[in-house]
Structure formats: structure tokens, C-alpha cells
């Protein structure tokens, strides 16, 4: 069976890898997080709003057309 070339290396030194990339990141600041905050909320709002207008309408259809009250 051939020997793979990749050195094992255990938690800690994965820990470390990890702990290295994070200090890569470029965090947002905190008005770029309240903004961006915001805007996902409005947006789920519109998605919801649409959403519910969307069962709505259906709902009148099946309403007409099966004859039926819900």
C-alpha cells in the first residue's frame, strides 16, 4: 500500500491553523454590520409580505373555482 506524503498533524496544530486564518479575516465594523443587519430584516419582511400574498390570491381561486368556503 503506498505511504500518502501528508503529515498528520493533531488537534492542536489544526487549532493553530485555525486560529491563524481567523486573524486573516477582515471583520466588518459595527455600522457595516447594523446596516447590513437592516437590510436582511427588510428583506425577509418583503419575502413574507410576498409570500403571504401569493397564498392569499390562491387561496380565493381555490375558494372560486371549488366552490367551497375555508
Not at 501528508?6 to 455600522?31: F, H, I, N, Q, S
Request: net charge positive; hydrophobic share 55%.
Amino acid at each position: 500500500m503506498a505511504e500518502t506524503t501528508a503529515k498528520k498533524t493533531g488537534l492542536g496544530e489544526y487549532l493553530k491553523g485555525v486560529k491563524a486564518e481567523l486573524k486573516k479575516v477582515v471583520w466588518p465594523t459595527k455600522k457595516e454590520t447594523v446596516k447590513l443587519t437592516f437590510i436582511v430584516i427588510v428583506v425577509c419582511a418583503l419575502f413574507a409580505l410576498f409570500f403571504w400574498l401569493v397564498d392569499t390570491g390562491c387561496l380565493v381561486v381555490l375558494e372560486k373555482v371549488l366552490n367551497i368556503a375555508m
